[in-house]
Antibody
Framework: EVQLVESGGVVVQPGGSLRLSCAAS????????IHWVRQAPGKGLEWVSL????????YYADSVKGRFTISRDNSENSLYLQINSLRTEDTALYYC???????????????WGQGTTVTVSS | QSTLTQPASVSGSPGQSITISCTGT?????????VSWYQQHPGKAPKVMIY???NRPSGLSTRFSGSKSGNTASLTISGLQAEDEADYYC??????????FGGGTRLTVL
């Protein structure tokens, strides 16, 4: 079964840091671009970042550029999101999601995890 | 990065067809055929319904179809069913090498 499982979400104070993880299984992880997408409580989807299958391409939304860093370890079938200088507006459910087709950019995501919750509050 | 513009809500009766619009700019929808549509039921992760403007993932119902004209993309659901009631989001690649989502549309099946 193709699966993505996020972890690492916590309650953290403004200005703090944390690292989210996404464990992949059931597919050839190093063939696929992976995205992070977040959803604030009661709000819509917001794209956060993507990393290409080989890690060479990394892109970020303006709202997180300079504070978030995406990375992957293909030997561990894992994706990461390092989040620094957290703000209250970063409070959201964070999903990792896999690109539809291998070794290309479709900017469409066919497999999503269940999400991990980040709450930024003092 | 602004969000793509979608109607907040649409509704239809079972068996009818509805269309959800998604309006962007020449920097996103108007320039690239990388429009996707997602369905999200309450408390669930999104599910891709359309990618590449009009492509359906394998196994998805043919009742769902997508199109694009200029800066506006559209999702059409034909033969509306009760289980289609959900939130729908469009997304597009942008000239900034990012992805932008629409604000979402709540579909109510009457």
């Amino acid at each position: 079964e193709v699966q993505l499982v996020e972890s690492g979400g916590v309650v953290v104070q403004p200005g703090g840091s944390l690292r989210l993880s996404c464990a992949a299984s059931g597919f050839t992880f190093d063939d696929y671009t992976i995205h992070w997408v977040r959803q604030a409580p009661g709000k819509g989807l917001e794209w956060v970042s993507l990393i290409s299958w080989d890690g060479a391409g990394r892109y970020y939304a303006d709202s997180v550029k300079g504070r978030f860093t995406i990375s992957r370890d293909n030997s561990e079938n894992s994706l990461y999101l390092q989040i620094n200088s957290l703000r209250t507006e970063d409070t959201a459910l964070y999903y990792c999601a896999k690109e539809i087709r291998a070794n290309r950019y479709d900017y469409g995501m066919d497999v999503w995890g269940q999400g991990t919750t980040v709450t930024v509050s003092s | 990065q602004s969000t793509l513009t979608q109607p907040a809500s649409v509704s239809g009766s079972p068996g009818q067809s509805i269309t959800i619009s998604c309006t962007g700019t020449s920097s996103d929808i108007g320039s690239y055929d990388y429009v996707s549509w997602y369905q999200q039921h309450p408390g669930k992760a999104p599910k891709v319904m359309i990618y590449g403007v009009s492509n359906r993932p394998s196994g998805l119902s043919t009742r769902f179809s997508g199109s694009k004209s200029g800066n506006t993309a559209s999702l059409t659901i034909s033969g509306l069913q009760a289980e289609d009631e959900a939130d729908y989001y469009c997304s597009s690649y942008t000239s900034s090498s990012t992805v932008v989502f629409g604000g979402g549309t709540r579909l109510t099946v009457l």
